[in-house]
């Protein structure tokens, strides 16, 4: 018998706890011995997860009007700068952003730390105008005392990302971690087998209006994220190779824990931002099943060499190498290393499964789907 479910019919099972809800873990063990059409008939909800480096993030902020008023034209918060043109006294807070006196601090820890419920110190100027006559304005805010912390993030989630080691002379430092020489480490950032976009790779069930885990708080997609494509590489298992879709997201910093958002540096290179999403996948029919039971030795990435111009490929592994930590090149095991964290983004799966099982979190139905066709171009350099 063929069995076919709706978003719908699964929401009412979770209202009436009968819904039967696993990590993509336990449902790639699962498939070890049970066949997608029996999975479909077993299971309704699969929990995927990622916690992991996203530069792509920031906040909006709404300060409130002081007395009197300033139409705020520069805005430094612990002396990191946000983008002020927005409105009198909203900003937009980039994770990468720089502090102006610590180069090892940025947008990224402002961001944590105001979910964390600390003080920051704002300091804001503006020429002044008739209806906004203040020039200068230092104080200090908090996540309390703001009237919106909004987190949009414009590309997060990279469905699949390529990993990364060095074959030249000199340890070079990138966004990837830092390369030693002569192939002297392979770092990688992707979750395998939990991660949201490897378990439902034609992105079926995610799209515009999806509800998400997203740092401790119900967030949604907001639209596909920037440098989405449809076009690249995938293996024999239909699994993309390389970057291909991401997501946009937003959500209310005010309700988020600082636990699922972590800043980072990165010698050589910034500051990044760790971000915790996690996205339940409905089990709606046998291809579903058939994909949310992908298996880490099923799920391939290339390698690139960021050493040469273009960051060449090198060569093609599976996660269950990634994560066993040795790959072999030329005939040489070496080290491997995860940016992202598995741990942290195990506990994110359980507990969002634990969420939908209590009745605490409802699938969504998503109001629009992503661009089937979609490539990425590079910037072409004009005089």
Same mark, same amino acid.
């Given at each position: ?75 430094? =918060? #612990? @002396?990191? +700068? ?10 937009? /807070? ?5 502090? &102006? ?35 200068e304005i230092d104080t200090l805010i908090n996540r309390d005392s703001v009237n919106e912390i909004i987190m949009f993030n414009p590309r997060n989630a990279y469905q699949n990302y390529p990993a ?33 976009? =490897? #378990? @439902?790779? +034609? ?10 885990? /997203? ?5 949604? &997609? ?114 491997t290393a995860s940016l992202s964290s598995l741990r942290r983004a195990r506990e994110i799966a359980e507990l969002l499964k634990n969420s939908v099982i209590n009745g605490d979190f409802q699938l ?20």
């Amino acid at each position: 018998m063929t069995v076919i479910k709706s978003i719908d019919e699964i929401n009412e099972k979770i209202k009436s706890g009968k819904a039967v809800v696993l990590t993509a873990e336990e449902v790639s063990k699962m498939a070890a011995e049970l066949s997608p059409k029996e999975i479909v008939q077993k299971v309704d909800v699969v929990t995927t997860a990622t916690f992991g480096p996203m530069c792509s993030s920031g906040v909006f902020i709404n300060f409130g009007h002081p007395e009197p008023p300033i139409r705020m034209q520069k805005v430094f =918060l #612990n @002396d990191v +700068e946000a983008y002020a043109g927005v409105a009198a006294v909203d900003a937009y /807070l980039g994770a990468t952003q720089l502090s &102006v006196n610590n180069s090892k601090y940025g947008g990224a820890h402002v961001i944590e730390e105001l979910i964390a419920g600390k003080d920051i110190r704002l300091k804001a100027v503006s020429n002044g105008t008739d209806c906004y006559p203040r020039k200068e304005i230092d104080t200090l805010i908090n996540r309390d005392s703001v009237n919106e912390i909004i987190m949009f993030n414009p590309r997060n989630a990279y469905q699949n990302y390529p990993a990364a080691t060095n074959s030249s002379e000199n340890t070079i430092y990138t966004y990837m971690g830092t390369l030693r020489p002569n192939f002297g480490n392979v770092t990688y950032s992707t979750s395998g087998e939990i991660s949201p976009l =490897l #378990n @439902d790779p +034609e992105m079926r069930t995610i799209g515009i209006g999806t509800r998400i885990f /997203l740092c401790g708080a119900h967030g949604f &997609v907001s639209w596909n994220g920037t440098q989405f494509r449809t076009n690249g590489k995938t293996n024999e298992f239909g699994i993309p190779l390389t970057q291909d879709a991401t997501l946009a997201v937003i959500g209310n910093c005010k309700e988020m824990d600082s636990r699922y958002i972590k800043a980072a540096y990165y010698k050589g290179y910034g500051v990044s931002l760790f971000i915790g999403i996690g996205i339940p996948i409905p089990v709606l029919d046998e291809d579903m099943a058939h994909r949310v039971s992908i298996r880490n030795s099923r799920i391939e990435t290339i390698i690139r060499d960021y050493s040469r111009p273009g960051k060449p490929e090198i060569g093609r592994v599976n996660y269950a190498i990634l994560q066993s930590g040795k790959v072999t090149i030329n005939g040489t095991d070496i080290k491997t290393a995860s940016l992202s964290s598995l741990r942290r983004a195990r506990e994110i799966a359980e507990l969002l499964k634990n969420s939908v099982i209590n009745g605490d979190f409802q699938l969504s139905q998503m109001v629009q789907a992503f661009p089937k066709k979609s490539t990425v171009k590079p910037l072409q350099i004009r005089q």
